[in-house]
């Protein structure tokens, strides 16, 4: 009788299990001071609050692709993935581990207008110096990261 490997379950079996993570893609849409805010409603996941636009990445999708067709699907407004450009990645831990892609546009075509009013009951332009109290917390927090010069973050680890 040879001996049994232990089963890949098995605590030590491959060393730590690796993290899965769920990616998403969010639009730190700003101009002339404002950023474009939508409030969150009939979700299920922190309606009544605002957040930017944005939405999960799809398998095989990749994250530029997901911002441009979230933006088109929420907004309303077409962007070119080369005028994304990158802003802040934040890996946060919620009910599961994620990592948030943010990202700014200069350019886009369109005016943004609610696309989908079973998800969102209000956009708007907020200045940045009077955000919303009624924010989604990461997003405020990623945000405010940006503004500061920071290029990552982790959220909801401690």
């Not at 490997?5 to 769920?22: D, H, Q, T």
């Not at 407004?77 to 581990?97: C, F, G, T, Y």
């Not at 209000?122 to 940006?146: C, I, K, Q």
């Amino acid at each position: 009788m040879g001996t049994t490997e232990p089963p890949a379950s098995a605590p030590g079996a491959l060393g730590p299990e690796r993290a899965r993570l769920i990616a998403a893609a969010h639009l730190l849409l700003i101009r002339d001071g404002s950023i474009l805010l939508a409030r969150r409603a009939n979700t299920g996941y922190e309606d009544g609050r605002y957040s930017v636009v944005a939405g999960h990445v799809d398998a095989g999708e990749a994250a530029t692709a997901a911002m441009v067709r979230e933006a088109r699907e929420e907004a309303g407004i077409a962007i070119r993935p080369e005028d994304l450009r990158l802003a802040h990645v934040m890996h946060r831990r919620s009910l599961e581990e994620r990592v948030e892609f943010f990202f700014t546009a200069e350019r886009w075509q369109g005016t943004p207008t609610i696309c989908e009013p079973d998800r969102c009951d209000h956009l708007e332009w907020f200045p940045l110096s009077g955000l919303p109290d009624t924010m989604v917390a990461y997003v405020r927090a990623a945000l405010e990261r940006h503004l500061a010069g920071a290029t990552f973050s982790e959220y909801g680890w401690g």
